[in-house]
């Protein structure tokens, strides 16, 4: 049996805080933390691909690390570390400093360069990342739009273990839900496999998961919880409804790029931060007023996050 408890919850996919310029800063993790625990969050995800991963160097995300590991035990948050990277020493560093921190789990995606080749060289990767943290549960994190590589994960899970003694589970970041339901058969009560798509929590749950990770659980938690609520309720029409609104709401963001805009809306819900890096880009002030409108509309008031009150939400007509 995996001896960590399982996230069958919403975790929350952290921002990596950046000031206007584009540099790290780590000062702003502490808002990160209290708007967060205020909102009803109990874990959160770093440094994944919500947090820019591959534009974040090895010693900035040991810096976020230092951040989390001071800031979350005094707002009662667990921290989960991704700390894959396309170097794997540099991902053996980051594996340790989470152990040293203490942290609740590390997880990590496929490199995505030199990609491995096959579920025996993907293992292999894992093994090597995870020996690094050996006290720490290890998830792996599957994403193959962003990583390129697509295996089988019910092999992973049937083949992995003997390499990977502190396996946990999978981040599952894969739409493909005859996969994860295969994954969830070979998972048994044994591994956790954490849903990663905010669009389609609902079938996700009525495939088998019990917790999700997600970016839109920043801002949004309220209107999560009430879905799988609803869900678990047997209220399919009002988890539909709002599995509609989910969908509406990142559909919303995106239109103006999804990553730099939601950090927009998290800087006008009072945490600052900052802009995304390059490649991405960012809203103008106006497309910002603009979304938040849109939002309204869909009630965000009702479902979002509540502002830190030491800064109220700022509209177009503020």
């Given at each position: 049996?995996?001896?960590?408890?399982?996230?069958?919850?919403?975790?929350?996919?952290?921002?990596?805080?950046?000031?206007?310029?584009?540099?790290?800063?780590?000062?702003?993790?502490?808002?990160?933390?209290?708007?967060?625990?205020?909102?009803?969050?109990?874990?959160?995800?770093?440094?994944?691909?919500?947090?820019?991963?591959?534009?974040?160097?090895?010693?900035?995300?040991?810096?976020?690390?230092?951040?989390?590991?001071?800031?979350?035990?005094?707002?009662?948050?667990?921290?989960?570390?991704?700390?894959?990277?396309?170097?794997?020493?540099?991902?053996?560093?980051?594996?340790?400093?989470?152990?040293?921190?203490?942290?609740?789990?590390?997880?990590?995606?496929?490199?995505?360069?030199?990609?491995?080749?096959?579920?025996?060289?993907?293992?292999?990767?894992?093994?090597?990342?995870?020996?690094?943290?050996?006290?720490?549960?290890?998830?792996?994190?599957?994403?193959?739009?962003?990583?390129?590589?697509?295996?089988?994960?019910?092999?992973?899970?049937?083949?992995?273990?003997?390499?990977?003694?502190?396996?946990?589970?999978?981040?599952?970041?894969?739409?493909?839900?005859?996969?994860?339901?295969?994954?969830?058969?070979?998972?048994?009560?044994?591994?956790?496999?954490?849903?990663?798509?905010?669009?389609?929590?609902?079938?996700?749950?009525?495939?088998?998961?019990?917790?999700?990770?997600?970016?839109?659980?920043?801002?949004?938690?309220?209107?999560?919880?009430?879905?799988?609520?609803?869900?678990?309720a047997g209220d399919l029409d009002e988890a539909r409804r709002l599995q509609s609104l989910s969908i509406a709401m990142i559909d919303a963001i995106?239109?103006?790029?999804?990553?730099?805009?939601?950090?927009?809306?998290?800087?006008?819900?009072?945490?600052?931060?900052?802009?995304?890096?390059?490649?991405?880009?960012?809203?103008?002030?106006?497309?910002?007023?603009?979304?938040?409108?849109?939002?309204?509309?869909?009630?965000?008031?009702?479902?979002?996050?509540?502002?830190?009150?030491?800064?109220?939400?700022?509209?177009?007509?503020?």
């Amino acid at each position: 049996m995996n001896p960590h408890p399982p996230f069958h919850q919403l975790v929350a996919a952290t921002h990596t805080p950046f000031h206007a310029d584009g540099s790290l800063a780590p000062e702003i993790v502490p808002l990160q933390a209290r708007f967060l625990a205020e909102n009803g969050t109990r874990t959160v995800f770093i440094t994944g691909s919500t947090g820019e991963s591959h534009s974040v160097t090895c010693s900035e995300k040991l810096s976020i690390y230092d951040a989390w590991a001071a800031a979350a035990p005094q707002h009662g948050l667990a921290v989960v570390a991704h700390v894959g990277s396309n170097c794997l020493e540099d991902s053996k560093i980051l594996a340790r400093r989470a152990e040293e921190h203490g942290f609740a789990a590390i997880s990590a995606l496929a490199p995505s360069y030199y990609k491995p080749a096959g579920l025996t060289s993907l293992i292999d990767c894992c093994a090597a990342i995870a020996a690094e943290a050996p006290g720490t549960p290890f998830y792996y994190y599957d994403i193959p739009a962003l990583t390129g590589v697509t295996l089988p994960m019910e092999s992973f899970l049937r083949e992995a273990p003997p390499r990977i003694p502190n396996l946990a589970g999978i981040k599952f970041t894969n739409p493909d839900l005859v996969s994860y339901r295969r994954s969830l058969d070979a998972a048994g009560s044994r591994f956790d496999l954490p849903w990663g798509v905010d669009e389609t929590l609902l079938a996700a749950l009525a495939t088998g998961a019990r917790g999700g990770v997600g970016s839109t659980y920043n801002w949004a938690p309220r209107l999560y919880q009430n879905l799988i609520a609803a869900f678990h309720a047997g209220d399919l029409d009002e988890a539909r409804r709002l599995q509609s609104l989910s969908i509406a709401m990142i559909d919303a963001i995106a239109a103006t790029g999804f990553l730099g805009t939601a950090k927009a809306l998290m800087t006008r819900l009072g945490v600052p931060v900052g802009p995304a890096r390059l490649p991405l880009g960012n809203p103008s002030p106006a497309q910002v007023d603009a979304l938040l409108e849109r939002l309204d509309a869909l009630g965000f008031p009702s479902w979002g996050a509540t502002p830190l009150r030491t800064a109220p939400l700022q509209t177009a007509n503020a």
